[in-house]
């Protein structure tokens, strides 16, 4: 199952959301959030706007965002409820995911052999997958040079098998 995650939160405190409103940031910021294909858009006003010369647009701009635009306005009263917010925001995501995802899934994701050990020795000499697949890439399809890459270039930290069961993991035929 491939999964994307499909949310984005712009977080605006009331003094930047009025600056933003005042020099336009505001309508093309929304905009590249509108086009950016993500599908749960979280516009978060952080402060009470009733503390702002610009009371009336602040609200506005709120009410336009979260009816017209769709988006899901959520407001904190300042720094520390946006953290606490965040952390609500990640608690829901990471169940909302967890609820697409069937348990078996989620059972036996280990790549066999590999120990925690393997796992480090394979992050210092290649820390993206990219890195790794350019690594496999670069031996032009030699399967066996490619089975056996991790266990030459880890001096043997990388068993062999896991250096087979890895490539298997990260090329598959």
Known sequence: MNTRLDFIVERKNIDDLRCSIRDNRYKDQKLRLLRCGLKKLIYL??????????????KT?????????????????????TLKKYGHLTQAITQYYKSLIPE??????RVPQVTEEIAIA?????????????????????????????RKQSRNVVSAVASRNIFQLVWGN
Do not use: W
């Open 122 to 150: 394979v992050l210092d000499l290649y820390p993206t997958l990219l890195s790794l697949a350019r690594a496999y890439s670069l031996l032009e399809g030699d399967v066996a040079a490619q089975e056996d890459m991790l």
């Open 61 to 81: 701009a709120c009410f336009t965002t979260e009816v017209l635009e769709g988006f899901d306005v959520q407001r904190t009263s300042g720094l520390s409820d």
């Open 104 to 109: 078996e899934h989620c059972k036996d994701t």
């Open 45 to 58: 006003v952080e402060g009470d706007p009733n503390s702002s010369e610009a009371a009336e647009s602040i």
